[in-house]
């Protein structure tokens, strides 16, 4: 179903969001500006209407894709389903739709949030070489969708950070 266009039980809807978008980006010098950065499925379905509300001025559509959940006490995501067929592939056919969206609009598209288990992660799991392998799988995947660009979720300290980075004097040190 298509998500309603007017604000419910204190929950933003299309409309609602794009008006906020807006007003905090009518505050902004006029540069270009990347957005939504939306998840969840109903949203993200409904990429095309969510960029139809936001400013003309956005330049950049974003979104953050997880394939696995981990946000209830009865998810309980697995390395063979993070290393699934549709944990890799799956993900690039269901981000070529959010493309072919913003493409619409003459916008390219960026996962700006990217990670293989959503909520913080699984102990075990997103801090294991596994994900690092599949993220190697899924890049390929979401560049054939046409993604413009990929920024992974990589917070200091987080479970799911794929890829940690140190700056010292001798330079920088990256690994997985």
């Not at 179903?1 to 807006?22: M, V």
């Not at 394939?67 to 390395?79: D, E, F, I, M």
Request: one cysteine or more.
């Amino acid at each position: 179903p298509r998500p309603p266009l007017t604000t419910e039980r204190g929950h933003d809807t299309i409309a609602a969001y794009g008006k906020k978008f807006s007003q905090i980006a009518a505050q902004l010098p006029a540069v270009p500006i990347a957005g939504p950065a939306s998840v969840g499925e109903v949203w993200l379905g409904e990429l095309g209407t969510v960029l139809d509300h936001l400013p003309a001025h956005l330049k950049l559509a974003t979104v953050h894709v997880y394939p696995l959940k981990n946000c209830s006490l009865g998810a309980h995501p697995l390395l063979s389903q993070l290393l699934d067929r549709s944990s890799i592939q799956g993900l690039g056919n269901s981000v070529h739709g959010m493309v072919k969206a913003a493409a619409a609009l003459g916008e390219p598209l960026q996962v700006d949030e990217l990670n293989g288990i959503t909520c913080g992660g699984k102990a075990g799991l997103s801090n294991s070489f596994g994900e690092a392998l599949w993220a190697l799988n899924a890049l390929p995947a979401l560049w054939r969708a046409g993604v413009h660009g990929v920024n992974f979720q990589t917070v200091d300290g987080l479970l799911n950070q794929v890829i940690t980075a140190h700056h010292s004097a001798a330079g920088w040190r990256v690994s997985v």
